[in-house]
């Protein structure tokens, strides 16, 4: 894991995710960490009063950020198909 982490940035990684799911996954766990903190903060109770919280928080972060990473890939190859099909069916129109 540590090797990944440090491998980052290289284009050649011998990780087995790709550095997009690597970063998607810590972006979107820091973020609901990072959400339950706040909330505490702004009830002005102690910062880890449930840390089961945080773990949960992350949990669910990390699987949305996962989640909308895969889900824009399949908008952005859905997209390719119907522009192909929409160049196929206007072909033939002459202006």
């Known amino acids: 894991f540590f090797f990944c982490l440090a491998s980052f940035l290289s284009h050649d990684s011998p990780c087995v995710m790709p550095n997009s799911v690597l970063f998607s996954t810590l972006w979107g766990s820091s973020l609901g960490f990072t959400t339950v903190m706040y909330a505490n903060w702004l009830m002005k109770v102690p910062l880890s009063r449930r840390p089961w919280e945080h773990l949960l928080a992350a949990g669910v972060g990390a699987y949305a ?4 990473d895969r ?3 399949k908008a952005e190859v859905e997209l390719e198909e119907k522009i192909k099909m929409r160049v196929e069916a ?3 129109i002459k202006v």
């Open 90 to 92: 206007n072909k033939n």
């Open 71 to 73: 889900w824009a890939d």
């Open 65 to 68: 950020s996962l989640s909308f």
